[in-house]
């Protein structure tokens, strides 16, 4: 259907501009019943995004400030791959005292999303020491002294707790300060991995120090060379990911 979905959030609804959003999204400003809002068209399945909407749903309940969905005339979160969610006011964090409210945004919501389901489709740093692929990533299109150099980075994080984490708060696009606190919006990569993933902040906000900092940045560095092999920043990510111990294999 397209953006003939709009339609159904009532008559008042018209696009706006478009916006620099996610990767896999067409996303706009809308004008939704007098308000202004954020629409966003994607090709995702029902599961994925119904698994977006209601960690949002959740994440508001409990008090964070997250874009959450704005429902149709009669209810539903999305319509043929189409989301209308909440319009986040504010700017990019700029200086350190932001990054570090930063966060504790994140450990809240890691601390809130202890045990959730994963996202349909996506695999975690751990499950791909085995696994091949997972939505977004494709290790079989890499080199494979690549691969094994990503996971023996994701292998120092093997049997840590899990939760929901962003995937790419690093990114001053990625978050608002407002005026109700550290809004994360653009929710592309969110899934269910460990927590270290998304601590590797500006001005090592999140206060990780030694071994606990280098096993982050390198498991880091290495998801996001696999997210996005083969573009330039996935090259000078996986540059970043030291070469495997010998005896190293997966």
Avoid at 31 to 57: K, Y
Avoid at 76 to 88: C, E, P, S, T, W
Avoid at 115 to 139: F, V
Avoid at 208 to 215: K, V
């Amino acid at each position: 259907m397209g953006w003939e979905a709009l339609g159904h959030w009532g008559k008042d609804v018209w696009r706006i501009e478009p916006l620099l959003g996610g990767s896999v999204n067409d996303v706009w400003s809308v004008h939704v019943d007098g308000h202004l809002a954020v629409a966003r068209l994607g090709t995702r399945s029902n599961a994925d995004l119904a698994w977006e909407a209601e960690l949002l749903q959740h994440l508001d309940r409990e008090g964070l400030t997250v874009p959450v969905p704005i429902p149709t005339m009669d209810g539903r979160l999305f319509v043929d791959g189409l989301m209308v969610i909440k319009y986040m006011k504010g700017g990019p964090p700029e200086t350190e005292s932001d990054w570090r409210r930063v966060a504790d945004t994140l450990r809240e919501l890691h601390r809130l999303t202890q045990g959730w389901a994963q996202r349909p489709g996506w695999r975690s740093s751990s499950d791909l020491l085995q696994a091949q692929t997972g939505t977004k990533i494709d290790l079989a299109a890499m080199p494979q002294e690549a691969v094994v150099r990503c996971r023996a980075a994701w292998a120092r994080l093997a049997g840590r707790s899990t939760c929901v984490v962003h995937g790419n708060p690093d990114n001053p696009g990625n978050v608002r300060i407002t005026a109700d606190g550290v809004a994360l919006i653009d929710w592309d990569e969110s899934h269910v991995d460990v927590p270290d993933l998304d601590l590797v902040l500006p001005h090592n906000a999140a206060g990780l120090e030694g071994i606990a900092y280098d096993i982050a940045s390198q498991a880091s560095a290495a998801w996001e060379a696999a997210v996005c092999w083969k573009d330039e920043y996935a090259v000078r990510r996986l540059s970043e990911v030291r070469a495997a111990p010998a005896e190293g294999k997966f």
